[in-house]
């Protein structure tokens, strides 16, 4: 059973799992300069990465907002 996590706890958790997914990607994208599709996958996968990184930021500053 999986204990009860505060918010702030989740969001953690949460921003560790992009980091994975950022290195990751740019683990990836550092591999496939041979292939141009690949290659040009793993960089929508980062833009979307990013896009993830600004709705945790965005969600961070309205928690501390609210604190």
């Not at 996968?45 to 930021?57: D, G, P, Q, R, Y």
Request: proline fraction near 4%; glycine fraction near 2%; hydrophobic fraction near 50%.
């Amino acid at each position: 059973m999986i204990p009860h996590m505060t918010p702030s706890q989740e969001l953690a958790v949460i921003n560790e799992k992009i980091v994975d997914l950022k290195n990751t990607a740019m683990f990836l994208q550092a591999r496939t300069d041979d292939f141009p599709a690949l290659h040009q996958n793993i960089k929508r996968i980062l833009a979307s990465v990013k896009m993830l990184e600004l709705n945790l930021t965005d969600v961070l500053a309205v928690d501390g907002d609210a604190s």
